[in-house]
């Protein structure tokens, strides 16, 4: 006979460990659990939860704290498994659902309505434009989003707008920023919500926090009503969110029954306001009260090899929870590390490894995953796995091609080609905003009806208020003048121009928000594929002609993002792309890491504090963990940025990774010329202080790095003649064995002594050459 639901199987406890069992079963005062990757923390909350349930608690008493409505879900399927409907009835959900669940009982206490409003990101950005309209503020200095966020962060940290006001480093940070009266605006905000009787998401917990914080009686009957409070992904928690949660555990009223589950080594959410403070300051805060610590270590995820890279790196961090991660998963495969030249070469070895570990070791494609820093990154990867026939998705995101930043570019692309494109046309014509409006547009469309001709055409001849016509007749001007450009120049040039003069490029760059940073990025991206498709295969094999222009290069995009419904869209058998911050709490048989370079991964932006750095060496921490069985890092020597080419140094990242555990730095076959350094080794030299040795020619297994960008200079084409020794960024050094073709298609045969098919056939019009003396 089955167990009834509503009892609990005698052997629920049975498949914990020594540790988790201990965690599970300590219910009364402050307990920290600090779970490693893949040791079984959501199994150790939930079955806490579980087991106060069935000693007695009443299930409406326990408060669990969760990031997400699926976290919360899920935590309430597993619990209603082994206490049945009893489940249901435990306060159990995020931080903001549950707080504006208290406030809509005690909203009347700090002058709210109990059916207060909860404005949305839009709701947010517009009240802000409106105050921005009322006190005559240029909206392109003053933005919303980047106003939006200031506020937000102030909210976090506790900051109200008095406060603000006379906090002399925010206002300081402000003015260097070109937005000296952020603090009225901040006031004003705050004013005109409280009117309307509304609050933001941030206002969910700021108020509860007032509320608190001023009505010691209400928080007195919540402190008696939740004797049990649980925070799930303790270390992703701001200052706001802890001082909420302190503030329910205060004595005397609560029993101080309070356990944090979390690990400080995957706190990597401090854009989002988390600091990792709280969770390394815990058991500090709660020493007095008999704090107890349980430190799950066994990881059942990942092999010996993946937990030894993982704990390795992490041990470099400065602060942090001591804890030595350990699997008896068995050593499993080693690392790989891959090096290529340039980043279309990582997109091509990426692919082919996942075929060969497809073949070989038989995963499906849902078994792999690529994770990058930036989601820009995903162009490449996206590119190369679509020729390579693999089906993908990007998770946490759209496709590249399909982001609005990189729709908006490739539709004045279309236009300059097509001017007949009357969707391109419609996306470009007031975009970024240049005062011709939807009435204007609509007087173009009509025009173009009543007399057949493209809306192009009668945007030159509509009858438009003065002030428009004048930006009308700079938008054409922009458009002919770039349309003179498709016969003779290639992609690069005619997008390089086309980026500039449409405002586009400064409207992203003067975008200073978390997102606009990352609208830039895949904008910029966006220009470097364009650079590299013109300076990729201009070597010829053949006797066709590369062809470098825009409408090739439109042609191609437009191949690349013609979704295959049925192996793209609905498959669920597909490889997954995704940031690392998407990654975290996922796992995959299988796990590449890319672009591990300086600059890229770490990133530039956390390379000038020691906490930055920290927390970029936790977010390469995740990556590793989301590894079961093979972890494959990759990086080129060389990569696109802002339309050039610049050499790489491998991540300082990957100097970390014990020796032992890697199985060798794979690359491009090349031949080597007197002495040199494997880069990852004399990255190690500079983290360490310990010299690589030296490999001697003949036996070197890395290629050394080729010219550096800055000392190149391209000479005149007429220069270039048989006999002349040239360089070449990508391929080095070489000799010109013969120059043929006509004057305007001009190709020389070149012998790159380095390369294993040494001979090259290159398109000088477009090859960039330097010649030696």
Known sequence: MSTPATQTPPNYLDGLNDVQRAAVTT??????????????????????????????AAPWEILALTFTNKAAREMKERISKVVGNRAGNIWAGTFHSLFARILRVEAKHIGYPSNFTIYDTDDTKSLINQILKEMNLDKKVYQANAIKNRISSAKSSLITPKLYSANEQLLAEDKAANMPLVYKIYTAYVNRCKKAGAMDFDDLLFRLFELFQNHPDVVGKYRKKFKYVLVDEFQDTNTLQYAIVKKLVQYPDSPRNICVVGDDAQSIYAFRGATIQNILDFEQDFSQFGIQTFKLEQNYRSTENIVATANAVISNNRRQIQKKIWSDKGLG????????????????????????QKNRHHLANEDIAILYRTNAQSRIFEEYLRRFNIAYRVYGGMSFYQRKEVKDMVAYLRLVVNPNDEEAFRRTINYPKRGIGGTSVAKVITLAGQQNMTAFDALKHVNLPTRTRHKADGFIDMIEKARTKVDTADAYEIADLVAKRSGLLDLYRNDTSIEGMARLENFQSLLDGIKSFVEEDTVIDTETLPDKSLATYLQNIALLTDFDSDTSQNSTDVVTLMSVHAAKGLEYKSVFVVGLEEKLFPSWMSMDSLDGMDEERRLFYVAITRAEQFLTLSYANTRYRYGKMVMNEPSRFLAEIPADAIESTTHSRTRSQGHEYDPVQRQRARVTGITPPVRARGTAKFAKPK?????????????????????????????????????????ATIHFSDLPQPEKRIMLKFAKLQVMP
Request: aromatic share 4%; charged share 30%; proline share 5%.
């Open 333 to 356: 495969e080693k690392i790989k590390v891959i090096r290529e030249m340039d980043d279309s070469g990582e997109g091509r070895r990426v692919a082919d490894t996942i075929l060969e």
């Open 27 to 56: 219910t009364e005062g402050p307990v920290l659990v600090v779970a490693g990757p893949g040791s079984g923390k959501t199994r150790v909350l939930t079955f806490r939860i579980a087991h106060l349930i069935e000693k007695g």
């Open 707 to 747: 010219i550096d960008p800055a000392d190149f200079k391209p000479s005149p084409i007429a220069d270039i003649e048989a006999g002349a020794r040239v360089l070449h960024l990508k391929f080095g050094e070489g000799r010109v064995t013969k120059v043929d073709g006509g004057a305007g298609n001009r190709i």
